[in-house]
C-alpha cells in the first residue's frame, strides 16, 4: 500500500495542478494529508521516504509559507495519535532502519542482509560484464558456487570462544523448535557426566540456535578449545539469494550486463537534467512558470523516484512496478505535445 500511493502521489498531484480546480490548495493538503496517513500505516521505509521527498517538492512549487506551517503541525499530531494507539509502524521507520544502520556501523548501507544481496549481483555482473545472465535470472543463480557470498557470511558471523573448556554441541527441542544446543564445559570431568547430570556450574550455555541458521562449525563434539578459538558460525540466511537484489541497478548489470544499465542510466540523466532544468526556471522567473511546466515537473520527480540509485527496491521486472514507474510517461508525454501544439 505505501509504496502504491507514495510512487503516484507526484502524478496525482500533477493532475490536481491540471485540472485548475477552485480549491486546489486546499485538495493537495487533504491528498498529501491522507497519503502519509496510509503510508505511515503501512510501515514501508522507502514508501516513507519517497512521501517525504515528494512532499519537500510539494511545498517548494505549491504551497505558501502558512500552509506549510499548517501541514506541518496538523501532520505532526496526527502522527503522534498514530503512534500512541500503535507504535508498531513508528518502530519499524524510524528504529528498526536505525538499528540497521548501527549493525553495519556504515550510514551507506542499509542493512547486512541487503549488502549480501549486493554482492551477489556485482559477482554475476562480473561474471558476464556485457549482457548479463538475462531477465530474471537472479533467483536462479543467486546460490550458485561463483557468486555465493556463503563464505562472508561465515567469516562475518564466526563465533570465538569465551574461554577455556570443552565445547559440548546437542540437538533437541526448544519452545517448540529443532535447535542445538550449544555450551562449553568446565573441566573434562564433565564430559563423562550423563545430560541429566551435569549442572549450572559445569558448562556455560553459548547459544540456542535454530538448526536452519547453523553455518558451519569448526571443532568435533566435545574438543578441548582454548579462549578466542573459532567454534562455529551461524545466521538467518546461508547466502545472499532472493528473488532480485533489492537494487534497481545492480539487478540491471547483474541480468543485463553494461548494455542494460547504460540505456538505463541514461534514461535517468536525461530526465535528471530536465528536472533541473525546470526548477531553476522557476525560480529565475516564477511568474512564468505556468501549470503545464509545474506538473511536467512533478511527473518527471515521480519517474525519478523509481529510478533513483541509492533506494533499495523491490524487482524491477514484476509486472506492478513496471507499470507504476512508467504510467507518469503517457500524461509526461501528453503535456509535452500540448505544449508544441
Same mark, same amino acid.
Given at each position: ?111 547486512? *542482509? ?24 537472479? *533467483? ?62 559445569? *558448562? ?91 506538473? *511536467? ?45
Amino acid at each position: 500500500m505505501g509504496s502504491f500511493i507514495s510512487r503516484l502521489l507526484p502524478m496525482n498531484l500533477a493532475i490536481l495542478i491540471l485540472l485548475n480546480l477552485k480549491k486546489e490548495n486546499l485538495l493537495t493538503f487533504l491528498l498529501l494529508i491522507v497519503s502519509g496517513v496510509l503510508v505511515f500505516l503501512s510501515g514501508e521505509r522507502l514508501a516513507f521516504v519517497y512521501f517525504f521527498i515528494t512532499l519537500i517538492f510539494c511545498f517548494i512549487f505549491n504551497f505558501k509559507k502558512n500552509i506549510v506551517f499548517h501541514f506541518i503541525l496538523f501532520f505532526s499530531f496526527i502522527t503522534i495519535l498514530l503512534i500512541s494507539y500503535n507504535p508498531k509502524q513508528f518502530n519499524r521507520i524510524f528504529l528498526h532502519t536505525y538499528s540497521q544502520f548501527k549493525e553495519t556501523n556504515k550510514i551507506s548501507n542499509l542493512s547486512y *542482509r541487503h549488502s549480501l544481496h549486493y554482492k551477489t549481483a556485482y559477482n554475476m555482473f562480473l561474471d558476464n560484464k556485457i549482457i548479463g545472465h538475462g531477465l530474471k535470472s537472479f *533467483r536462479n543463480l543467486c546460490g550458485d558456487s561463483k557468486f555465493s557470498t556463503t563464505n562472508q557470511i561465515i567469516d562475518n558471523f564466526t563465533f570465538l570462544s569465551p574461554g577455556d573448556g570443552i565445547f559440548h554441541i546437542y540437538e533437541t527441542i526448544y519452545n517448540g523448535d529443532n535447535v542445538f544446543i550449544l555450551e562449553l564445559l568446565n573441566n573434562l570431568e564433565s564430559q563423562t557426566k550423563p545430560e541429566s547430570l551435569l549442572q549450572p556450574e559445569d *558448562r556455560i550455555r553459548l547459544a540456542i540456535v535454530d538448526k536452519s541458521h547453523f553455518l558451519k562449525i569448526f571443532v568435533m563434539d566435545f574438543s578441548v578449545v582454548k579462549k578466542d578459538q573459532k567454534i562455529y558460525a551461524t545466521y538467518q540466511y546461508s547466502d545472499g539469494c532472493n528473488t532480485h537484489p533489492h537494487n534497481i541497478y545492480l539487478q540491471f548489470l547483474a541480468e543485463l550486463g553494461l548494455v542494460g544499465f547504460i540505456l538505463f542510466f541514461i534514461i535517468f540523466l536525461y530526465f535528471s537534467f530536465i528536472l533541473l532544468k525546470l526548477i531553476i526556471v522557476y525560480f529565475k522567473n516564477n511568474k512564468n512558470f505556468n501549470r503545464n511546466l509545474k506538473a *511536467r515537473s512533478f511527473l518527471i520527480l515521480g519517474i525519478l523516484l523509481s529510478m533513483f540509485p541509492l533506494f533499495p527496491s523491490g524487482n524491477y521486472f514484476g509486472n506492478w512496478l513496471l507499470i507504476i514507474t512508467y504510467l507518469p510517461f503517457g500524461l509526461y508525454l501528453s503535456l509535452i505535445k500540448s505544449k508544441n501544439d
